[in-house]
């Protein structure tokens, strides 16, 4: 029943973004189908045959496609200029994917240390528990790539912004110095989205993404993406994830096929409304530091303009103060929520050093400058006018 709506690589990302992908059945719904199914019926045994043999392209099994999901997968090819993607479970079964397919025991990779948590563990315990060293490097410093490279160095792991001091790191520099040895760059690029930086388009080999984050944008469900070219999905990723099962549901990757029609609307309005609140907050005599990458005062300004198109949806402050100090605004919010979560329509605000970053442990977490202090705040669709009067009332605290 269903005919497939060839991929438009022809039209801009806005457009990719409401019809790219679509895949219609033969009832022509406007809207994209859901189609909750785990098996799929054949014509005939030879046709059964024929699939299995891969003579015949239809899905077989959504532990390995579903038509829901292969919409998901190809709207995002097309806005992210990728040639292949598979979809997820979550972010982290997309970072666990795109690092195990690729390594073997015996090699080695280099990641930034200022990685999300879960992704720290990939690579500094999962990985040296399978026999894959892995060496941590400031990924600001260019030197620290290349002096960490080894005969066996496979993949080269990072992100940018990182979470949640908002740290850049060059892609296309690193991409460079990873090439140079014959190593592969990932790179997980949550907090840019794929609306504000490209990494494919800057040199990257694979990038992931939590689409829990802002590809839904609504804090609904959970789900995860990894795009490359034709030949690292065929012979890596494809393999790993039918053979393994960290599927997506198709109602999750439905539901994100919704979210990436206002993607880029609501991307715009978050960092609109970050920028906004992140000079607010840097007039306030209670914040020694106002973190924002579009501001003159970031450290990587440069760096930023050069490899993003907005600031992001995300701002880090550093309070005059501490722990005692950072929970009393917390605590006098009244708009704003308390979570550990990012990229939704709700602002959220998050005390790194007691939750998403407590079990790094102290010494970690002073090397990428989380002091008790820093707070991060994920910008949400709100009238920033009110994000400004809540912060600035819930300043006044302590
Ligand atoms: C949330 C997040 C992940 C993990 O994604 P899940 O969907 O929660 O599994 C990975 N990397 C970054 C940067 C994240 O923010």
Same mark, same amino acid.
């Given at each position: 029943m269903t005919a497939h709506n060839p991929a438009t690589p022809e039209y801009r990302p806005q457009t990719q973004l409401v019809h790219g992908g679509t895949l219609r059945s033969g009832f022509g719904e406007t809207s994209e189908a859901?189609?909750?199914?785990?098996?799929?019926?054949?014509?005939?045994?030879?046709?059964?045959?024929?699939?299995?043999?891969?003579?015949?392209?239809?899905?077989?099994?959504?532990?390995?496609?579903n038509p829901t999901v292969r919409m998901f997968e190809e709207r995002m090819m097309l806005l992210e200029?990728?040639?292949?993607?598979r979809a997820t479970a979550s972010g982290m079964a997309a970072v666990t994917t795109a690092m195990l397919c690729q390594?073997?025991?015996?090699?080695h990779v280099i990641a930034a240390k200022a990685l999300f948590g879960a992704c720290l563990y990939v690579v500094n315990t999962?990985?040296?528990? /399978?026999? %894959?060293?892995?060496?941590?490097?400031?990924?600001?410093? !260019?030197?620290?790539?290349?002096a960490a490279r080894r005969p066996?160095?496979?993949?080269?792991?990072?992100e940018s912004p990182t979470n949640p001091t908002l740290e850049l790191v060059d892609i296309t520099a690193v991409?460079?110095?990873?090439?140079?040895?014959?190593?592969?760059l990932v790179i997980d690029n949550v907090f840019a989205t794929p609306i504000l930086q490209r990494p494919l388009q800057l040199g990257a080999d694979v990038v992931v993404y939590s689409a829990t984050k802002h590809i839904d944008g609504q804090g609904r469900v959970l789900g995860g993406i990894i795009l490359s070219d034709a030949q690292i999905i065929g012979e890596h990723v494809h393999d790993?994830?039918?053979?393994?099962?960290?599927?997506?549901?198709?109602?999750?990757?439905?539901v994100l096929l919704k979210g990436l029609e206002t993607?880029? /609307?609501? %991307?715009?309005?978050?960092?609109?409304?970050?920028?906004? !609140?992140?000079?607010?907050?840097?007039?306030?005599?209670?914040?020694?530091?106002?973190?924002?990458?579009?501001?003159?005062d970031h450290p990587q300004y440069e760096l930023a303009k050069k490899q993003m198109s907005a600031g992001s949806t995300m701002v880090a402050i550093e309070l005059d103060g501490g722990k005692q100090e950072a929970f009393s605004v917390c605590n006098a919010l009244k708009l704003i929520k308390i979570s550990n979560n990012l990229g939704d329509a709700k602002t959220i605000i998050t005390h790194p050093t007691t939750t998403t970053h407590y079990r790094i442990g102290e010494e970690a977490r002073q090397e990428l400058g989380i002091t008790p202090g820093v707070l991060r705040i994920s910008v949400g669709l709100e009238d920033v006018e009110d994000l400004k009067d809540d912060l600035g009332q819930a300043l006044k605290s302590y």
């Amino acid at each position: 029943m269903t005919a497939h709506n060839p991929a438009t690589p022809e039209y801009r990302p806005q457009t990719q973004l409401v019809h790219g992908g679509t895949l219609r059945s033969g009832f022509g719904e406007t809207s994209e189908a859901l189609y909750l199914t785990s098996g799929f019926i054949y014509d005939s045994a030879e046709q059964a045959e024929a699939r299995f043999k891969g003579d015949d392209d239809g899905f077989i099994y959504s532990r390995y496609s579903n038509p829901t999901v292969r919409m998901f997968e190809e709207r995002m090819m097309l806005l992210e200029g990728a040639e292949d993607a598979r979809a997820t479970a979550s972010g982290m079964a997309a970072v666990t994917t795109a690092m195990l397919c690729q390594v073997k025991a015996g090699d080695h990779v280099i990641a930034a240390k200022a990685l999300f948590g879960a992704c720290l563990y990939v690579v500094n315990t999962l990985l040296p528990n /399978l026999g %894959v060293e892995c060496t941590l490097v400031d990924g600001r410093d !260019l030197e620290a790539w290349k002096a960490a490279r080894r005969p066996n160095t496979k993949v080269f792991f990072l992100e940018s912004p990182t979470n949640p001091t908002l740290e850049l790191v060059d892609i296309t520099a690193v991409a460079e110095i990873a090439h140079e040895c014959g190593a592969r760059l990932v790179i997980d690029n949550v907090f840019a989205t794929p609306i504000l930086q490209r990494p494919l388009q800057l040199g990257a080999d694979v990038v992931v993404y939590s689409a829990t984050k802002h590809i839904d944008g609504q804090g609904r469900v959970l789900g995860g993406i990894i795009l490359s070219d034709a030949q690292i999905i065929g012979e890596h990723v494809h393999d790993f994830l039918r053979q393994t099962g960290p599927s997506i549901s198709p109602f999750n990757a439905w539901v994100l096929l919704k979210g990436l029609e206002t993607l880029s /609307l609501r %991307v715009r309005q978050h960092c609109d409304n970050a920028k906004s !609140l992140a000079d607010f907050l840097a007039t306030r005599p209670q914040v020694k530091r106002s973190i924002y990458p579009y501001r003159p005062d970031h450290p990587q300004y440069e760096l930023a303009k050069k490899q993003m198109s907005a600031g992001s949806t995300m701002v880090a402050i550093e309070l005059d103060g501490g722990k005692q100090e950072a929970f009393s605004v917390c605590n006098a919010l009244k708009l704003i929520k308390i979570s550990n979560n990012l990229g939704d329509a709700k602002t959220i605000i998050t005390h790194p050093t007691t939750t998403t970053h407590y079990r790094i442990g102290e010494e970690a977490r002073q090397e990428l400058g989380i002091t008790p202090g820093v707070l991060r705040i994920s910008v949400g669709l709100e009238d920033v006018e009110d994000l400004k009067d809540d912060l600035g009332q819930a300043l006044k605290s302590y």
